[in-house]
């Protein structure tokens, strides 16, 4: 049962039991070239320890512990918050703002995916950079503050900008190779609100499915150190978080079992679909969080469950966890914002 997690290049973060994010880029533009080795360099450096606090083996697919609190060395810096102040919108009156909206800018990275909406679980409509860094260049004529923070590499930011070319739809700019978390002179527009919790057991299954192919039709990678494009914790307590709709990077294990104001304690029999089967006892070494969603048959032997797990990440699978006969440490919980 005892899992190992695997490490995939995507930033850290976490609040109690993982290593910190970073939260801005440097400020410095990089050359295509330099973050593409930035983006990769980075989380290998720091899946071999070094400048990394607080890694710990684990099992089950677990979690860090709640009290590490380490992470990269030297790569958090300040983001540029105030648009007017960037260098490309200092002193540009109205005309020269509507020009930088109709301006190109350049990319980074690869497999950027556009989206139809200003929501990253949004379908895709096309990709940039599919085969090389920066090959493509973007056009957009506005930007969205969307409450979800999405991270690659150092860079981090809650905009997704509106692209008319090369494909039309939104973008996250972190995929834009600026300083900035935002783009510079580009209007913003009103976007949604922040994510709140969602009240239905199906839209939180939905979430929970998303992860089977939301990595260029894979599944989302495990890691306790590091967190997806959608700004949740890559371990199970930061994808049960993610299915939930709680806050990013996501809670820890013993948040999920123990917090009234996210689950409440059920028996097996009332088990229903969007429940959570949690491990919370021990260490970080073998707390794990699996989402219930139906049964197999009518004894109730087994059932199938959504979960983030080391050695593999996410899956969709058939367990016994908490039944007779199975890993009697589980136990049932029922997410509070279902209502009953």
């Not at 990319?107 to 860094?133: C, E, F, L, Q, Y």
Request: glycine share 12%; with cysteine.
């Amino acid at each position: 049962m005892h899992e190992h997690s695997t490490t995939q290049p995507v930033d850290t973060t976490s609040p109690a039991d993982t290593m910190r994010s970073t939260d801005g880029r440097a400020h410095r533009r990089r050359s295509p070239l330099r973050r593409t080795v930035l983006r990769k360099v980075l989380p290998t450096v720091a899946a071999a320890g070094i400048g990394v606090a607080g890694f710990a083996g684990f099992a089950h697919g677990g979690e860090p512990s709640d009290t590490a609190a380490g992470g990269r060395t030297g790569t958090k810096t300040a983001l540029s918050r105030d648009t007017v102040s960037t260098p490309t919108a200092r002193g540009a009156n109205i005309g020269s703002i509507r020009q930088a909206a109709a301006a190109d800018f350049p990319t980074w990275g690869t497999r950027w995916v556009v989206h139809a909406s200003a929501d990253v679980h949004s379908p895709s409509v096309g990709m940039i950079n599919k085969s090389a860094p920066g090959q493509d260049r973007i056009t957009a004529d506005y930007q969205v503050d969307t409450g979800r923070k999405v991270c690659e590499g150092n860079a981090c930011s809650t905009f997704m900008a509106h692209i008319t070319g090369p494909v039309k739809g939104f973008l996250s700019v972190v995929a834009v190779d600026i300083p900035q978390d935002r783009l510079p002179g580009v209007p913003v527009q009103d976007g949604p609100p922040p994510p709140q919790p969602s009240g239905s057991r199906q839209e939180m299954l939905n979430r929970a499915a998303a992860w089977l192919t939301a990595n260029n039709g894979a599944q989302v990678p495990y890691s306790q150190a590091k967190v997806w494009k959608d700004g949740y914790r890559q371990d199970c307590s930061g994808y049960v978080s993610m299915a939930l709709g709680l806050p990013t990077p996501g809670t820890n294990t013993v948040g999920l079992a123990t917090n009234r104001s996210i689950t409440r304690p059920i028996s097996v029999g009332e088990l229903k679909p969007g429940d959570l089967l949690i491990d919370a006892a021990g260490d970080n070494n073998n707390r794990h969080a699996v989402i219930f969603e139906k049964w197999n048959n009518d004894a109730h032997t087994s059932y199938t469950a959504f979960e983030q797990r080391g050695g593999h990440g996410t899956d969709h699978r058939t367990l016994t966890y908490g039944l007779p006969g199975g890993d009697a440490e589980f136990k049932p919980y029922r997410p509070v914002q279902f209502g009953d």
